[in-house]
């Protein structure tokens, strides 16, 4: 049975934790890449990660839904260093995604990794919406 997950920063297309590249290293079944998507929540940036920390005033962070077998969300927990019942910076929790579409509003629940508050320790706040935006834009910044 396949599940759908929500992901926003080192697991997107292209970042250095690129779900695709870490399936085809592990050799398991490919996500199937559903479309862009958003989440209730802000951005939080840990220098090479993002964070993201849920929350119910209308600000959405944008990533992106896959559709994955089991074997998958377990390796992403592994990435993640998410272990159930043990205290952790990223919690695996379920989240309603908003698929963004055109034609309609979709949401599917998805499982997806926010951190937990408690380990948010010196992280900056972001403005941004979108971590790969931001982190190409403070890359930009930081080479000039």
């Known amino acids: 049975m396949s599940i759908y997950v929500f992901v926003y920063g080192t ?3 292209g970042e250095i934790n690129d779900l695709a590249q870490a399936a085809t290293r592990r050799l398991l079944p490919a996500a ?11 951005l ?4 090479d990660w993002p964070g993201l920390i ?40 379920e989240v309603a995604a ?3 579409s055109p034609a309609a ?8 990794y926010p951190i937990d508050p408690a380990w948010r ?3 900056v706040d972001i ?12 890359a930009r910044r930081e080479s000039q």
């Open 54 to 93: 849920p929350v119910e005033d209308g600000r959405r962070v944008r990533g992106d839904i896959f559709q994955v077998e089991p074997a998958l969300v377990a390796l992403m927990d592994e990435i993640e260093e998410y272990v159930p019942g043990k205290p952790c910076c990223f919690v695996r929790r």
């Open 98 to 100: 908003r698929l963004d």
């Open 11 to 13: 697991l997107r297309a």
């Open 121 to 123: 320790g010196a992280a």
């Open 127 to 138: 403005a941004a919406d979108d971590w790969v935006s931001y982190r190409l834009a403070r």
């Open 105 to 112: 509003v979709l949401e599917l629940p998805c499982q997806y």
């Open 32 to 42: 199937r890449h559903v479309g862009p998507a958003s989440v209730p929540g802000r």
């Open 44 to 47: 939080v940036d840990f220098g």
